[in-house]
T-cell receptor, first 115, second 109 residues
Framework: DVKVTQSSRYLVKRTGEKVFLECVQD?????MFWYRQDPGLGLRLIYF???????EKGDIPEGYSVSREKKERFSLILESASTNQTSMYLC??????????????FGQGTRLTVV | GQNIDQPTEMTATEGAIVQINCTYQ??????LFWYQQHAGEAPTFLSY????GLEEKGRFSSFLSRSKGYSYLLLKELQMKDSASYLC??????????FGSGTKLNVKP
């Protein structure tokens, strides 16, 4: 069973804090993603990684950075949290191998509130 | 995003059939996925199309026309538990997934 695990389900942080969201997958997937989901806006891609230490910006990377030091772990960093970063954050992973299971698998989400 | 468009909200009656449409930008296309998401939960995978035509999976079917940049998800014999958001996602260039804003489906008795 594919497992994508996010470190926290709910998080409350103060404005200006540095925030780390962690994501671990156990399927040896090459690709990992961070999205945020807001009402009416759907899932928006923040960052994408296709290999260890490799990353690409998504549609809304401003205010965020990422780290992928090991294949199974992809971290999202909010350098200085702001109230407009209050959102649901979803991590996902997928295989780049041309096999049957090519869909993206999601973690349970982290609801972050910045006060 | 990649201009993935789907209706914001739909309402249908229990036992009926509903079709949710999705249009997308075709350049770099490498697969179309449908996900179901209940409120407060993560999206779960429903179906995958990479070639033209219809894929059937029980009560759910998904159709793809690559030349038109068009897909639909068909839900038959609607049940109350089908009330959820349905997300259309397109994989581009073999790795990046982009999502539409989702269609909230309300199933009424």
């Amino acid at each position: 069973d594919v497992k994508v695990t996010q470190s926290s389900r709910y998080l409350v942080k103060r404005t200006g804090e540095k925030v780390f969201l962690e994501c671990v997958q156990d399927m040896d997937h090459e690709n990992m993603f961070w999205y945020r989901q807001d009402p009416g806006l759907g899932l928006r891609l923040i960052y994408f990684s296709y290999d260890v230490k490799m990353k690409e910006k998504g549609d809304i990377p401003e205010g965020y950075s990422v780290s992928r030091e090991k294949k199974e772990r992809f971290s999202l960093i909010l350098e200085s949290a702001s109230t407009n970063q209050t959102s649901m954050y979803l991590c996902a992973s997928s295989s780049s191998r041309m096999s049957e299971n090519t869909e993206a698998f999601f973690g349970q989400g982290t609801r972050l509130t910045v006060v | 995003g990649q201009n993935i468009d789907q209706p914001t909200e739909m309402t249908a009656t229990e036992g009926a059939i509903v079709q949710i449409n999705c249009t997308y930008q075709t350049s770099g296309f490498n697969g179309l996925f449908w996900y179901q998401q209940h409120a407060g939960e993560a999206p779960t995978f429903l179906s995958y199309n990479v070639l033209d035509g219809l894929e059937e999976k029980g009560r759910f079917s998904s159709f793809l026309s690559r030349s038109k940049g068009y897909s639909y998800l068909l839900l038959k014999e609607l049940q109350m538990k089908d009330s959820a958001s349905y997300l259309c996602a397109v994989r581009y260039n073999f790795n990046k997934f982009y999502f539409g804003s989702g269609t909230k489906l309300n199933v009424k008795p």
